[in-house]
Structures are given as C-alpha cells and as structure tokens.
C-alpha cells in the first residue's frame, strides 16, 4: 500500500499521534510505502497514493489546494481528527470576521500584508473534497488511529456509525437532585459516579464513542465533545448539543431550562467547541450552531 499524510490547518496534533504509533510504525513502514509524511521523509510533493490522511482544515488557498491535490491522487482520502472531520476547535473562528480575529489575536497595530486570504467560513474537509472515511479525535487516539490502519491497509475502511462515550463509561447513578450545572472549579466530583447526574456539564450522551470514555470513567473529568457529535446528534434534528445538553441538566438539578441556560456562560464553547463548523447543526433553527454564526454584513464589527 503506498501511504500518504498531509497537514492543512492545524496543530499537528494528529501528525504526532501518527509518530507515536512507534514499533507498529516501524512495521507499517517497512511492509508499505509512505510516500509522504513531513515529519517521517523527505518527500517535497505528493505524489499517487492507495491511502491519505489530511488532517486540520481549510483555512485560505492554499490549504484548498492541497486538499483537492490529495483528493485527485489518492485513491481514498481520510478525514484524520476532528478538525478534518468537523471544524474542530478551528470552527470558533465562525463567530468573528477575519479582522477581528487577527486584532484579537495580534492587536491593531498589526499588519497582516501579504498574508494569506482566509476564507469567510470554516467548514469541515467533506465540504471541499470527497471523503471516504472519518477518524475523529483532537487528537485520535492512539489506539484507535492504529486499529484504523489496519483495517485500511488490509483493504476495509471502517464505516462512520458509532454510538457515544456514554456507551463505554465505567460510572454509576446517583440519587437526585444534585446541584448545577457546575464544572470541576466549582468543586471535586464523586469518584466513580455520573458527572452529569452530578450536575456537571459532561457532553458524553452526544459524543462519538471510541476514546474509551478513559476522562469520565478514569480521570473523573466531564467529556468535552472531543470526538465530535455522534451518529444520532448528526442525524436527528431533535438530538442538538444544546438542547439535549440543557434537557438532562434540567433533570439532574431539577431546576428549569431557562435557568439552567442562564448558569452557563459561554454555550457556544460549552455545546459547540468541536463541532461549530458542522454544516449539519448549522441548519438547524434556532437550536444549532446559527446563533453564534457571524456572517458577513450582518453585524458590526466590535
């Protein structure tokens, strides 16, 4: 199998899970050719491969570019993490224009000349490209990238259908109510016990299964959405990270959705940190991500 791995906008996170795979990675290599990976060969351009895995997202011209090179020569294209899968973290930047986010980032007297055209609005890989499979995670996990290449080299790509993180947590129930909604500052959880039916902002219920679910289950740490939405919360409408999210809170804490609402801060980060980009949640009004959209003309910039 010839392999091949690419970057567009990103962290590299997904790249270094890839070099950490260390003696299977040996192996793989030895008994296939990867043909292109910055960080493993010195191979200036891409060249036709069985297998890629583009990893980030398209963030100007140039990274389109490098996604529709990668769709016209490789045979199948791999959406690796969640940025490549769903906008990822990246998919924040929906909520500022360009400028303001440069200003944020770099203060006014910046000057940006010469800079790369950014695009007006992020989207996740498959709205570029064709995609034929999806490993989300920021990053993959380790285990799963590696099972993955096993079964891609061995000629099968997994298919997308998942269950969610609460299908592999290792805690119980707890009586209720609890008070909340509330996160780890606020104070320490019950070992062993349900975050959420604590009253802790946990995005389990909604989140692609695979991780192991090792932050609620091992380390007492709500999940974050990090593996991007499950197959139910992409299919059906009534399945909104928000909502869903505020419904089970209203349970855990008996308190009313308004108010449970009104406790969080932040919700386009709380319910829509990886997954703001997703075309799917973008449609969905007003329970999706198109509040917190900005659009072109549609407001001032602050």
């Given amino acids: 199998m010839r392999l091949a791995i690419i970057s567009l906008s990103s962290c590299l996170g997904c790249q270094m899970v890839f070099l950490s795979l260390e003696d299977y990675l040996l192996s793989l290599m030895s008994e296939n050719s990867v043909s292109f990976a910055p960080f493993i060969v010195d191979q200036k351009k891409l060249t036709e491969v069985d297998i890629v895995l583009v990893e980030g997202t398209v963030r100007n011209g140039e990274d389109f570019r490098k996604a529709k090179e990668a769709r016209e020569k490789a045979e199948q294209l791999i959406a690796l993490g969640t ?3 769903h906008g990822g973290v990246q998919g924040l930047a929906n909520m500022f224009s360009e400028k303001k986010l440069m200003r944020r980032r770099f203060g006014d007297g ?8 950014g695009v007006m609005r992020l989207y996740p890989l498959d709205s570029y490209v064709r995609v034929d499979a999806y490993l989300p995670g920021c990053p993959t996990p380790r285990e799963l990238l590696k099972s993955f290449l096993e079964f891609a080299l061995s000629g099968t790509l997994p298919s997308r259908q998942g269950a969610s993180v609460c299908a592999e947590c290792q805690v119980s129930g707890i009586p209720l109510p609890q008070p909340g909604p509330r ?29 192991g679910a090792k932050c609620p289950s091992e380390l007492g740490v709500p999940c974050s959405g990090c593996r991007g939405p499950s197959d139910a919360v992409l299919m059906y409408p009534t399945q909104d990270p928000k909502l869903e999210s505020v419904r089970r809170l209203v349970r855990a804490t008996e308190r009313n959705a308004r108010d449970v609402l009104g406790a969080i801060s932040d919700p ?7 997954c703001l980009a997703e075309p799917i949640l973008r449609r969905r009004r007003p329970a999706g991500t198109s509040p917190y959209l900005y659009r072109l003309g549609e407001r001032e910039e602050r």
């Fill in 83 to 85: 940025c490549a899968c």
């Fill in 110 to 117: 910046a000057s940006f000349e010469g800079a790369p055209q």
């Fill in 183 to 211: 996160r780890t500052t606020d104070a320490i959880p019950v070992a062993g016990k349900c975050l959420l039916e604590q009253g802790y902002i946990c995005m389990g219920p909604l989140t692609r299964d695979g991780c």
């Fill in 268 to 274: 386009a980060h709380t319910f829509y940190k990886y």
